[in-house]
């Protein structure tokens, strides 16, 4: 009996010490359809948050603290008959080094989502077969949002991430489902395949130098910490001379650019002069927020 208590504990503990990858929180807003019965998008929310908070995605061991924060919101603009149609919004964010800030990693609207979905049925991914499409947006964006967080601690740490999101992609393109054509502008083969391509590799650069040499030290050396953050601007106009308008710029300051207003908006002086001008050229769609980075 004592070996049995011994073993039941030990796996328990070997269960609670090897969580799943992330802690993510899917909201389903279906205030857009005129729908009596609204309980079929509370199952849906349920079985989502289920699928992607129990599921294990890699052979990887993560504790508990180490989980991944994310936050998928999913809008319904229409649905009849079991098929949905509407748009997600996905946040990703990871903890700073001593620190109880959380930092803003990816931060993303998907206008191009529909799906079939009948009430309860099981949500099971197959990463060798398109079975569903409602299945493969959201296995895609797991894999998306893993890969970036490790890309963050580890330079070009998201690559076996990235490439089972190229996978699904390659298997999602024979359904004819919206999103995942190569032709179509800003879809998810475009984002997956700039990740992995080296025509954008100071992105991956920047991602790493940004977080982990840069965000990482400002509670220990915020003068050091800016300086490197301020520089891995330059990474960004290196890339924007090559592929002017990157896709992949616009996603990193649609996540970074209140962050960057803040990091840079007090402590100790860099060159905000040099800093403005790099910024306004590599996004000016936030030039009203560079121009608010003074001292």
């Known amino acids: 009996m004592r070996n049995l208590i011994v073993a039941i504990f030990f ?3 070997i ?18 359809v005129s729908q009596t019965n609204q309980q079929v998008f509370k199952t849906l929310e349920r079985s989502l948050n289920d699928f992607v908070n129990k599921n294990k995605w890699t052979n990887k061991v993560y504790k508990e603290n180490e989980r991944v924060n994310a936050q998928i919101f999913i809008t319904i603009t229409d649905y009849e008959s079991n098929r949905f149609k509407g748009n997600l919004q996905i946040q990703s964010s990871r ?5 109880s800030y959380e930092t803003p990693v990816f931060n993303y609207k ?10 309860f049925q099981p949500l099971v991914f197959n990463e060798n077969v398109y079975e569903s499409n ?7 964006y797991v894999y998306v949002v893993l890969g970036l967080d490790a890309d963050t601690f580890e330079l070009e740490g998201g690559n076996e991430f990235f490439r089972k999101a190229q996978s699904i992609v390659t298997q999602a393109q024979g359904s004819n489902s919206s999103g995942w054509s190569q032709s179509t502008d800003r879809s998810r083969f475009e984002l997956v395949d700039n990740l992995m391509s080296n025509t954008y590799k100071e992105y991956r650069v920047a991602m790493y130098n940004y977080h982990r040499k840069g965000l990482d030290i400002l509670g220990d050396n915020n003068s050091t910490g800016k ?3 301020s520089g891995t601007m330059n990474l960004f106009d290196t890339m924007m001379k090559r592929r002017p308008n990157a896709f992949l710029i616009q996603t990193f300051f ?30 000016p769609l936030y030039s009203s927020t560079w121009n ?3 001292y």
Not at 254 to 282: C, H, M, Q, Y
Request: one cysteine or more; aromatic letters at 10%; a negative charge.
């Open 11 to 13: 796996l328990g503990f």
């Open 15 to 32: 269960l609670f010490a090897e969580a799943q990858e992330l802690n993510c929180n899917i909201t389903i807003n279906s205030d857009q």
């Open 95 to 99: 903890p700073v080094f001593n620190t």
């Open 110 to 119: 998907d206008n191009q989502f529909n799906f079939e979905y009948i009430e």
């Open 134 to 140: 409602l299945v493969s947006v959201i296995a895609y």
């Open 227 to 229: 300086q490197i953050i």
């Open 254 to 283: 649609d996540a970074k650019s209140e962050e960057i207003l803040n990091v840079f908006s007090g402590g100790p002086k860099v060159d905000i002069i040099k800093l403005k001008e790099t910024l306004n050229r590599v996004a």
């Open 292 to 294: 608010d980075i003074k």
